[in-house]
């Protein structure tokens, strides 16, 4: 299953919630061994979580999380412009038409389709909301796994902090890439927009970010 949900709304599904921080505590602190923080119930939150963001969530059958990431729009805070502007040459990113995309995070329990479904999920949340491009931040590996897929960023810029390179990249999900990507998660166009249907995810909760 496929979930589009507003922080705000993540709140009422209790086991979700709680094993997607914590699949995000093991992915960016125990494995990548990010600078991140990890609260006593060993999940990883920060400051943008309280922005109610929109998640975009593959959940198991038994009600856990697969794979997420999270999505803010750039008309406000978000951490490509506060924290990586060096990287972007000073730019600031504002457009309605443009989000952020960040922890981008697979479970353990996760598989080979997981991934392009999470990619495809967000394309069709750009295809729903008129938005044109994601822009986030990824290292060297994420770049490896965008081009197995098929959807390496246009990439804005890249600096080296010690042994590590970052980017910061914009993405397009045009008819192409989107069909390429439901290929690779084995699914039909019919099956995602049920999906998001099924969300009951209405345009009116972005009324004021789109």
């Not at 998640?55 to 059958?61: D, H, W």
Request: aromatic fraction near 10%; proline fraction near 2%; charge should be neutral.
């Amino acid at each position: 299953m496929i979930r589009f949900l507003k922080s705000s709304d993540l709140q009422q599904h209790h086991v979700l919630r709680k094993t997607m921080f914590q699949d995000r505590a093991f992915q960016f602190s125990t494995r990548l061994q990010w600078d991140v923080e990890v609260n006593d119930e060993g999940e990883e939150l920060d400051e943008y979580d309280s922005l109610d963001p929109v998640y975009v969530i593959v959940q198991s059958e038994n009600g856990q999380h697969q794979g997420s990431m999270r999505l803010l729009p750039t008309i406000g805070r978000t951490m490509v412009n506060d924290h990586f502007s060096d990287v972007t040459g000073g730019i600031i990113f504002r457009s309605r038409l443009m989000w952020e995309c960040s922890r981008f995070c697979v479970s353990k329990a996760g598989n080979r389709k997981t991934a392009p479904k999470l990619l495809a999920a967000g394309g069709k949340f750009l295809q729903e909301f008129g938005i044109q491009n994601l822009i986030g931040v990824f290292d060297q590996k994420m770049e490896r796994v965008y081009r197995v897929l098929r959807t390496s960023p246009f990439v804005v810029g890249q600096k080296t902090y010690g042994a590590e390179t970052i980017g910061v990249g914009l993405w397009q999900f045009n008819e192409d890439v989107y069909s390429e990507l439901l290929k690779l998660a084995n699914m039909s166009q019919m099956e995602m927009e049920l999906f998001f249907a099924n969300s009951k995810f209405e345009k009116k909760q972005l009324a004021t970010a789109v």
